[in-house]
């Protein structure tokens, strides 16, 4: 089974404070990505890689960054954390578009709350 | 720019009623469509999917959904609903000429009453 992994399933950060979510996936996926998920709408693109070293803006980048230095690991950085940035945070991986099994793989989620 | 609009938010459903959510989406090009569930306390995965061929897609569970292209929609469909469907449903679409952005609906919660 395919595995991705993150880092923390809770973390409470104070306003302002630089926050490291860390993503690993165990199945050699050249996709990563991080979605938000906030009740009433749904999960929302921040960044996705499709390669290492390689990344790509979502819908909603603002406020955050990404690391993609090894193919199996794939940060999202909160340079300057603020309270509206307090949600749930999926990582995900999958094979490359058009693979016949091509889905996306998701991680528990990280509940991040920043006060 | 691609969206998509799911327009249950929260459907009760009593057990052995059938299930229709909605999903539309805004997007002029081909495109590749998913399903996806997250059950409480579980991560989300995949239902069914469909990219091209029989615009009606059977997943697991005995879920389905059909592609009605001049509608722009996606339905989920199921003849009758179990008290384990209680879950939360997302839509999401692709541009399939897009690298692999896959953009997600709102979510309905579906609660199904025993």
């Known amino acids: 089974d395919v595995k991705v992994t993150q880092s923390s399933r809770y973390l409470v950060k104070r306003t302002g404070e630089k926050v490291f979510l860390e993503c690993v996936q165990d199945?050699?996926?050249?996709?990563m990505f991080w979605y938000r998920q906030d009740p009433g709408l749904g999960l929302r693109l921040i960044y996705f890689?499709?390669?290492?070293?390689?990344?790509e803006k979502g819908d909603i980048p603002e406020g955050y960054s990404v690391s993609r230095e090894k193919k199996e690991r794939f940060s999202l950085i909160l340079e300057s954390a603020s309270t509206n940035q307090t949600s749930m945070y999926l990582c995900?991986?999958?094979?490359?578009?058009?693979?016949?099994?091509?889905?996306?793989?998701f991680g528990s989620g990280t509940q991040l709350s920043v006060l | 720019a691609q969206s998509v609009s799911q327009h249950n938010h929260h459907v009760i459903l009593s057990e052995a009623a059938s299930l229709e959510l909605g999903c539309n989406y805004s997007?002029?090009?081909?495109?590749?469509l998913f399903w996806y569930v997250q059950y409480p306390g579980q991560h989300l995965q995949l239902l069914l999917k469909?990219?091209?061929?029989?615009?009606l897609v059977k997943g697991i569970k005995g879920f389905e959904a059909e592609f009605i292209k001049s509608k722009f929609s996606f339905n989920l469909r199921k003849p009758s609903v179990q008290w384990s469907d209680t879950a939360e449903y997302f839509c999401?679409?692709?541009?399939?000429?897009?690298?692999?952005?896959?953009?997600f609906g709102q979510g309905t919660t579906l609660q199904v009453k025993p």
């Open positions: 469909y990219f091209s061929g029989d615009p």
């Open positions: 199945m050699d996926h050249e996709n």
């Open positions: 997007y002029g090009g081909t495109v590749n």
């Open positions: 890689s499709y390669d290492v070293k390689m990344k």
């Open positions: 995900a991986s999958s094979e490359p578009r058009g693979r016949v099994n091509e889905k996306l793989f």
């Open positions: 999401a679409v692709r541009s399939s000429s897009n690298t692999g952005k896959l953009i």
